[in-house]
Structure formats: C-alpha cells, structure tokens
Nanobody
Framework: QVQLVESGGGLVQPGGSLRLSCAAS????????MKWYRQARGKGREFVAR????????NYADTVKGRFTISRDNAKTTVFLQMNSLKPEDTAVYYC?????????WGQGTQVTVSS
C-alpha cells in the first residue's frame, strides 16, 4: 500500500532553516509527481510546492517562492523540502502528497513552528 512518512519538522527561529523529508513506498515513485502542502491552525490546507518526475521541473506557491526548494531522490524514493528564511507565517503542519491511480495519498504530517 502507498505510504508517505514525513520527518524533519521542529521549532526554529525566524530567519532559520529546516529540511523536511518524505519517504515514499508502495508505488512507482519515479513516475509520480510529488507535492508538499501545509495547514496552519484554523486554516485550510494550502499548496506549497510540486516536483515532476524524472525531469524534475518545479512549481511553488508565491508565498514561498525564492525561499523554499523542493527536490527528489528517485533512488531513495524520497522527496525533500528545503526551507530557508523562515517566517512566523510559515508555521503549519506540512504534508507530503502523491496522486496515485487517481487517488490522493497523504502522510501524517510534520509540525513546523517558526518562533522566537
């Protein structure tokens, strides 16, 4: 079965960096677009970044463009989200997403808190 396991979240000061990882299994990872979403308390889930398959083209939400970088390692079936220049408004639970066989799959999420 499809499994997505996020890690790497934590507490960081404004201006700091974190690197999130999402370990994927149960599907053909190299053939799947991968995405990161986030959900702040009391708000809806919002798109953060997307990476295509082997070509690796990327898209970002305007709110994170220039600060976040999505990447993937197909050999390790893992997708990453490097987050730099973090702001308090980046505080949220971050989720990994895969669209496999016409169905969305989500990880359990990892909490990112940006605070001094």
């Amino acid at each position: 079965q499809v499994q997505l396991v996020e890690s790497g979240g934590g507490l960081v000061q404004p201006g700091g960096s974190l690197r999130l990882s999402c370990a994927a299994s149960g599907f053909t990872f190299s053939s799947s677009f991968m995405k990161w979403y986030r959900q702040a308390r009391g708000k809806g889930r919002e798109f953060v970044a997307r990476i295509s398959t082997t070509v690796g083209s990327t898209n970002y939400a305007d709110t994170v463009k220039g600060r976040f970088t999505i990447s993937r390692d197909n050999a390790k079936t893992t997708v990453f989200l490097q987050m730099n220049s973090l702001k308090p408004e980046d505080t949220a639970v971050y989720y990994c997403n895969a669209f496999v066989n016409a169905r969305h799959y989500w990880g359990q999420g990892t909490q990112v808190t940006v605070s001094s």
